[in-house]
C-alpha cells in the first residue's frame, strides 16, 4: 500500500489515523483507515473522528476509490470504543450541565456512523480482537463486516452508566426476538459464531487470511459500479470464506434464543427481579447476570426505553434520539461515576445515583430524555 498525499486530508489527518491506498490491476484504487492507537485499543478520539471523516468524504467523491477498508493497528482490537476521558473531565467540571465537549464528540462521532451506514461504496470492517462500544457503531455501518476468530464484540456502556449508543437504537432492535436488549443490559462478549447470528458481521475469515483478502482485492475487476462493486466484493469474500472452517452451530447466542426470549420478557422490573433470582450452571450466563446486576440502573432504564423504539425510527432519527440522550447522561446520568470507578481511580466500585430499578424516578429518566437544543436539534437535518 502506497501513502495517500491528499492536503485536504493531512492537514485533518492525526498520527493516530493513517490513510493509505491500494493499488489494484483494475486501476481502481482501495481506501484504507488503520486506527493506529495500539496501547488504547485503537478507542477513538474527536481528533480521530475529524480525520476518518474528512478523509472518507473525499474518498467517496473520488472515482478512483472503488471501496473502502477500516482495520485497527495491532493483534488485540478493532476498536474498543471511544476515548471518554476528555467527556469525563468536561461533565465533571462542569456538575450537572451538558457541555459543549460532549455535544460536540457525540454530534461528530455519530455524523461518522452515520457516513459509514450511507456511503454508497463498499466499506469493509476487519472487525479482529475487540470491537465495542465506539468501534461497534464504526463496524455496524460498514457494508462488510468480517469478523475473525479471536473477535470479542460487545456493548458494554451498562458498566459505565451510559447506554448502548453508535446507532444501537437501530441495530439493536432489528435482532432476533430480544435479543438486542440482552446485550445491552448485559455487556455479553460476542464471538464470531454470535456476531454472525445476530447480524452484527456477515463474513467469518481467520485472523491469518489478512493478507490473503487484500491480495485479492488487489486482483478485483473493480467497476465505477457502487452495485456492481458490492457484489464483486461479496462473491471475493465468500470464495474465501468457504475455505475457512467456522465452528457450526458455535453460537451460544442462537442455542440460547428461546431463554433470552424469556428472561427478557415483561417489564423492566420484572427482567431485573428474574435476573437477580436465576439459578444457573452456565458460566456465560452467570456473568452477563452479574455484569447486568453491578451496571447502572439508569442505564437499564434507557436500554428498555431504547428497545421500545422498536424499528419505526429511521436511521438518522436514531442518531438524533441518541444525541440527546447521551450529552444528558454525561451531565445527569450515572456516566461521570461509572467512569471514574472503571477508568479513572480504577476501584470498580462505582456508587451509583440509585440503587435498584424501582428506586429511579420518572422525572431523571424524562430529564435525560429532553433535548437541550430544543426545535434547533444538530441531527435534525441529518439525511
Same mark, same amino acid.
Given at each position: 500500500?502506497?501513502?495517500?498525499v491528499?492536503?485536504?486530508? %493531512?492537514?485533518? @489527518? ?13 486501476g481502481?484504487?482501495?481506501?484504507v483507515?488503520?486506527? $493506529? ?10 481528533? #480521530?473522528?475529524r480525520?476518518?471523516t474528512?478523509?472518507? $468524504? ?13 482495520? =485497527? ?15 469525563? %473531565?468536561?461533565?465533571?467540571? @462542569? /456538575?450537572?450541565q451538558v457541555?459543549?465537549v ?8 455519530? !455524523?461518522?456512523?452515520?457516513?459509514? %451506514?450511507?456511503?454508497? /461504496?463498499?466499506v ?9 462500544? =465506539?468501534?461497534?457503531?464504526? #463496524?455496524? +455501518?460498514?457494508s ?16 459505565? =452508566?451510559?447506554?448502548?449508543?453508535? +446507532?444501537?437504537?437501530?441495530?439493536l432492535n !432489528? ?11 448485559t455487556?455479553?462478549? #460476542? &464471538? @464470531?459464531?454470535?456476531?454472525?447470528y ?7 475469515l &481467520? ?7 487484500f491480495?485479492?482485492?488487489a ?5 465505477? *459500479?457502487?452495485?456492481?462493486? %458490492?457484489? !464483486?466484493?461479496?462473491? #471475493?469474500? $465468500? ?10 452451530g ?16 415483561g ?26 446486576l453491578?451496571? *447502572?440502573?439508569i ?13 419505526k425510527?429511521?436511521?438518522?432519527q ?19 461515576? =461509572? ?14 445515583q ?7 424516578? $420518572?422525572?431523571?429518566?424524562?430529564d ?16
Open positions: 500500500m502506497t501513502n495517500l491528499d492536503k485536504a486530508a %493531512h492537514s485533518f @489527518a492525526t498520527q493516530n489515523v493513517v490513510f493509505q491506498t491500494l493499488a489494484t490491476a483494475s481502481k484504487l482501495v481506501g483507515v488503520t486506527l $493506529n492507537v495500539e496501547k488504547a485499543l485503537n478507542a477513538l478520539d474527536l481528533d #480521530m473522528v480525520a476518518m474528512v478523509q472518507l $468524504n473525499l474518498w467517496k467523491k473520488d472515482p478512483l476509490i472503488a471501496c473502502v477498508v477500516l482495520d =485497527g493497528s495491532g493483534e488485540k482490537a478493532f476498536c474498543a470504543g471511544g476515548d471518554v476521558r476528555a467527556l469525563y %473531565h468536561a461533565s465533571v467540571a @462542569a /456538575k450537572g457541555t459543549e460532549a455535544k460536540v464528540f457525540f454530534e461528530e462521532e455519530y !455524523r461518522l456512523d452515520y457516513l459509514l %451506514h450511507t456511503y454508497g /461504496k463498499p469493509l470492517v476487519w472487525g479482529d480482537g475487540i470491537v465495542m462500544g =465506539g468501534g461497534l457503531g464504526l #463496524m455496524a +455501518g460498514a462488510h463486516k468480517v469478523v475473525t476468530e479471536t473477535s470479542r464484540i460487545a456493548m458494554p456502556e451498562v458498566t459505565i =452508566g451510559l447506554y448502548p449508543d453508535v +446507532g444501537g437504537s437501530y441495530f !432489528r435482532m432476533p426476538g430480544k435479543m438486542g436488549l440482552f446485550l445491552g443490559l455487556a455479553y462478549h #460476542m &464471538n @464470531a459464531a454470535d456476531a454472525c445476530v447480524g452484527l458481521a456477515d463474513h467469518y &481467520n485472523r491469518d487470511d489478512k493478507e490473503l483478502m491480495d485479492a482485492m486482483t478485483l475487476d473493480w467497476s465505477d *459500479s457502487p452495485a456492481l462493486n %458490492h457484489q !464483486r466484493l461479496d462473491t #471475493m469474500i $465468500n470464495e474465501l470464506s468457504n475455505q475457512v472452517d467456522i465452528p457450526k458455535d453460537s451460544v447466542l442462537a442455542e440460547s434464543q428461546e431463554m433470552i426470549d424469556r428472561l427478557m420478557a417489564s423492566l422490573t420484572d427482567i431485573v427481579t428474574r435476573m437477580s433470582t436465576l439459578s444457573t450452571d452456565e458460566a456465560w450466563l452467570s456473568k452477563a447476570c452479574a455484569t447486568m453491578a451496571g *447502572s440502573p442505564s437499564w432504564h434507557l436500554a428498555y426505553i431504547q428497545t421500545q423504539l422498536g424499528t425510527l429511521s436511521l438518522a436514531c442518531f438524533k434520539w441518541e444525541l440527546t440522550v447521551s450529552v444528558n447522561v454525561c451531565a445527569k446520568g450515572d456516566f461521570c461515576e =461509572g467512569v471514574r470507578a472503571l477508568l479513572i481511580d480504577k476501584d470498580k466500585q462505582p456508587k451509583w440509585f440503587a435498584d430499578v424501582q428506586s429511579v424516578p $420518572n422525572s431523571v429518566i424524562e435525560i430524555l429532553t433535548s437541550p437544543w430544543g426545535e434547533e436539534h444538530p441531527l435534525s437535518q441529518l439525511s
